[in-house]
């Protein structure tokens, strides 16, 4: 076997395979549900192009492909003697109109490490595993993360019967993709056999790019929160009731909303947003009698979270107290903040000191595959820059130098982790 420590790879190798990634992204940008923009859902037909592509990709790396029970295509290299697998991934599908780099990148950053591991003749002492999850984005069922809950065994089975927008349930469509998904089950990795998990993914903010970083290490994924919030005051003619008799609901909320954004922005990294209000019955020319809000919350400390929270609860009691009409917070769903595993993404840290000099600690406000792998092995999520933090958008850009560094950091942490596991080993032999 190779000496496992982490070593310097051939530059000419690394920039060949940052060449053939930045190519095959253009390349999967072509498949999609629509003509002339990139769009792809759950077990559609351009994921099913997508994964024949894909496929022949990992075949010519010498990995064996399959697709599990939950549609996510998986390349995997000869199993080893201790049975053991590091899992590197992301997300194939995409938003609705979307770029050619979220998701999709993670998953071939994977496959070009384990081709420099191959042209590099570098044994390791577990089976590299890529995986390209089949929905992360919940655009086709509004359920997301079915592709990495069904290998941590965390998709209940009463998901499969939730339908599309066409009537078409989970199950049905995993079905048509040929996915059999009688056997749920047979989608989980054992704990035990994973050594950790991987992901890249572009950043989405511009914390890097102000930083002048191509990479940064994510430590914690921000909790969230989110709430329906009603304002419920009397309707009645916008041409007749004087302002000093109206119950008016949306101004109430209009009033809330003002109210939050200025939380947000005098609370040192929260995220504090109404994205979404609906005011009934909806006319010019009649006041709203009701308001209701959707309200999204983040932060990755949860006691900060959660004061927040509390503190738009008396808002709201506030304002409707004021304007003599009622005000109530339902549907609240709490999700805690998530860590990354410290010795992971402490080897993660020191490969990217080793490339750029620097590693950034991130938190990311947005939700990832990484998140739900927490609850099945140890995870650690990388974040390239990406130009001026644009995603979800046709825009989106990671150049040719950050994809790169970030090949180079994820070989050098799995040779870090190589070494581990190896010592480990000797030790306990
Ligand atoms: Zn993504």
């Not at 530059?11 to 002339?36: H, I, M, P, V, Y």
């Not at 644009?390 to 040779?415: F, G, Q």
Request: aromatic share 4%; hydrophobic share 40%; charged share 25%.
């Amino acid at each position: 076997m190779a000496n496992l420590t982490p070593c310097d790879i051939d530059s000419q190798l690394l920039r060949d395979a940052a060449k053939r990634t930045a190519n095959r992204c253009d390349r999967l940008a072509e498949f999609s549900d629509e003509e002339g923009r990139i769009t792809r859902t759950f077990c559609s037909p351009a994921m099913e192009r997508l994964h024949a592509e894909l496929s022949a990709w990992m075949t010519a790396a010498k990995l064996e492909c399959e697709v599990d029970a939950v549609g996510n295509l998986i390349g995997k290299s000869p199993a080893t003697a201790s049975d053991e697998v590091f899992l590197i991934g992301s997300h194939l599908d995409t938003v609705i109109n979307a770029g050619r780099f979220d998701g999709v990148l993670g998953v071939l950053l994977g496959l070009a490490v384990a081709e420099v591991f191959n042209e590099a003749k570098i044994e390791l002492p577990f089976s590299l595993q890529v995986i390209g999850f089949s929905e992360e984005e919940g655009v086709r069922y509004r359920f997301p993360f079915i592709g990495s809950r069904g290998i941590t065994g965390s998709l209940p089975e009463s998901e499969l019967d939730r339908v599309d927008a066409n009537g078409s349930s989970v199950r049905s469509a995993l079905d048509s993709f040929g996915c059999g998904c009688g056997n749920l089950a047979s989608a989980s990795y054992e704990a035990c056999r994973l050594v950790g998990f991987m992901e890249a993914h572009i950043e989405q903010a511009v914390v890097l790019e102000e930083a002048s970083l191509p990479v940064g290490v994510v430590t914690t994924i921000a909790g969230q929160t989110r709430a329906r919030i009603v304002f419920d005051g009397v309707a009645g003619h916008a041409g007749t009731v004087p302002h000093d008799r109206r119950r008016d609901a949306l101004a109430a909320a209009a009033e809330l909303i003002l109210k939050i954004e200025s939380l947000g922005q005098n609370t040192d990294g929260l995220f504090a947003t109404i994205g979404c209000i609906d005011a009934k019955p909806g006319l010019s020319n009649v006041i709203a009698g009701t308001a209701e809000l959707r309200l999204d919350l983040r932060h990755e400390v949860d006691p900060v979270r959660e004061a927040a929270f509390d503190q738009i609860q008396r808002l709201v009691d506030e304002i409707a107290g004021h304007r003599q009409l009622a005000g109530r917070i339902d549907n609240v769903e709490h999700t805690p903040a998530v860590q990354m595993d410290q010795e992971l993404t402490s080897e993660l840290s020191q490969s990217v000191v080793e490339v750029v000099s620097e590693a950034k600690s991130m938190v990311s406000g947005a939700g990832h595959d990484a998140m739900i792998l927490t609850k099945l092995t140890a995870t650690c999520l990388l974040f390239i820059r990406c130009h001026q933090g644009i995603s979800h958008h046709p825009d989106e850009t990671v150049s040719l130098d950050d994809i790169e560094v970030a090949i180079n950091v994820m070989v050098k942490t799995i040779l870090r982790v190589g070494h581990r596991c190896s010592v480990g080993a000797s030790s306990t032999a």
